[in-house]
């Protein structure tokens, strides 16, 4: 059965959700975007993800995103396309120009506002458990990102390249390294466990502030770790008790070699075992 798409203002089967091959996402790349986990129905975290979708356009200058609407075009769907476990995505470009041209359109160019959701299947599900229980490979490769990946820009290229260099080299993830410090993963974040302490790059203009890496350092303090916002050195990897990655579809995810070398003693830590139960206890208050 053909799933619904929210396109403008409408409810269409996937097969009618069409855009312009003018659109300015598809020339330009000029549109943002978000990624929303839903658990048994329920999307996790909407509020916070829409927060960041509003600050995205703004930062852009597209229109602000109606977040109530939203919200509800978000429940509709999952009701619709029978959504148990998956993600929603929504993008948001600066819609339609012809003829071709980088300034912005003047006059009526209206955005396009896309929601549509996919399901994650069971074995799909069971390979994600299946790395967080084991960890994961990651490589690290150099930053080629422009000064603003703070804004969810659907702009990828970079973290494109980086990520299938990391599949073709047997790994999870690539982690940038800028001026010697390695930020952040192609689709993820980075923490460190240094000295006994937990170590993230500091939210900045260098890194996308993911919701999951917000929720994981409210949770890292109230279990009582310190947590720095700070640059992990590449030079201090090998000095690692643990690295773990944290986002909206791998949650917290253990990285246990990297480049080759083993993490800490190469096996899943127990700070990233307890940060993982902490995003699970969330998840299961959703029900
Ligand atoms: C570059 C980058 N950093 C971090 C993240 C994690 O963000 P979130 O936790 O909001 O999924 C993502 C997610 O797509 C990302 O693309």
Redesign the pocket.
């Not at 009701?79 to 300034?103: C, K, M, S, W």
């Given at each position: 059965m053909s799933s619904t798409v929210y396109l403008n203002g409408e409810f269409v089967p996937h097969e009618r959700a069409l855009i312009s091959v003018e659109d300015r996402a598809f020339l330009f790349a000029d549109g943002i975007y978000e990624?929303v986990r839903v658990y048994g129905g329920r999307p996790f975290d909407l509020e916070p993800h829409l927060a960041r979708l509003s600050r995205s356009a703004g930062e852009l200058r597209l229109p602000e995103p109606d977040g109530e609407h939203l919200a509800a075009v978000t429940r509709e769907l999952i009701r619709r396309n029978g959504l148990d476990e998956g993600t929603v995505y929504f993008q948001i470009t600066r819609g339609v120009h012809a003829p071709r041209a980088h300034a912005f359109p003047t006059g009526t160019a209206a955005p396009t506002v896309v929601v549509l959701t996919h399901p994650l299947s069971p074995e799909a599900l069971a390979a994600g458990e299946q790395h967080r229980r084991e960890g994961v490979a990651a490589i690290t490769v150099p930053e080629q990102r422009w000064a603003r990946?703070d804004i969810k820009s659907v702009s990828l290229l970079p973290?494109v390249l980086a990520k299938q260099q990391a599949v073709e080299r047997g790994a999870y993830e690539a982690l940038f390294v800028r001026d010697g410090f390695v930020i952040?993963?192609?689709?993820?974040?980075l923490f460190a466990v240094l000295d006994g302490e937990i170590v993230t790059y500091p939210a900045c203009n260098y890194?996308?502030n993911?919701?999951?890496?917000q929720r994981v350092i409210r949770n890292a303090r109230e279990l009582g770790y310190t947590v720095r916002e700070q640059g992990i050195p590449l030079g201090a990897l090998d000095r690692c008790q643990e690295l773990f990655l944290?986002?909206?579809?791998s949650e917290v995810m253990p990285i246990v070699a990297v480049d080759g070398k083993p993490v800490g003693s190469g096996a899943v830590g127990p700070v990233a075992r307890a940060l993982q139960a902490a995003y699970r206890d969330a998840v299961r208050a959703l029900r």
């Amino acid at each position: 059965m053909s799933s619904t798409v929210y396109l403008n203002g409408e409810f269409v089967p996937h097969e009618r959700a069409l855009i312009s091959v003018e659109d300015r996402a598809f020339l330009f790349a000029d549109g943002i975007y978000e990624v929303v986990r839903v658990y048994g129905g329920r999307p996790f975290d909407l509020e916070p993800h829409l927060a960041r979708l509003s600050r995205s356009a703004g930062e852009l200058r597209l229109p602000e995103p109606d977040g109530e609407h939203l919200a509800a075009v978000t429940r509709e769907l999952i009701r619709r396309n029978g959504l148990d476990e998956g993600t929603v995505y929504f993008q948001i470009t600066r819609g339609v120009h012809a003829p071709r041209a980088h300034a912005f359109p003047t006059g009526t160019a209206a955005p396009t506002v896309v929601v549509l959701t996919h399901p994650l299947s069971p074995e799909a599900l069971a390979a994600g458990e299946q790395h967080r229980r084991e960890g994961v490979a990651a490589i690290t490769v150099p930053e080629q990102r422009w000064a603003r990946c703070d804004i969810k820009s659907v702009s990828l290229l970079p973290n494109v390249l980086a990520k299938q260099q990391a599949v073709e080299r047997g790994a999870y993830e690539a982690l940038f390294v800028r001026d010697g410090f390695v930020i952040e993963g192609s689709s993820s974040n980075l923490f460190a466990v240094l000295d006994g302490e937990i170590v993230t790059y500091p939210a900045c203009n260098y890194i996308l502030n993911g919701i999951a890496r917000q929720r994981v350092i409210r949770n890292a303090r109230e279990l009582g770790y310190t947590v720095r916002e700070q640059g992990i050195p590449l030079g201090a990897l090998d000095r690692c008790q643990e690295l773990f990655l944290t986002s909206t579809t791998s949650e917290v995810m253990p990285i246990v070699a990297v480049d080759g070398k083993p993490v800490g003693s190469g096996a899943v830590g127990p700070v990233a075992r307890a940060l993982q139960a902490a995003y699970r206890d969330a998840v299961r208050a959703l029900r």
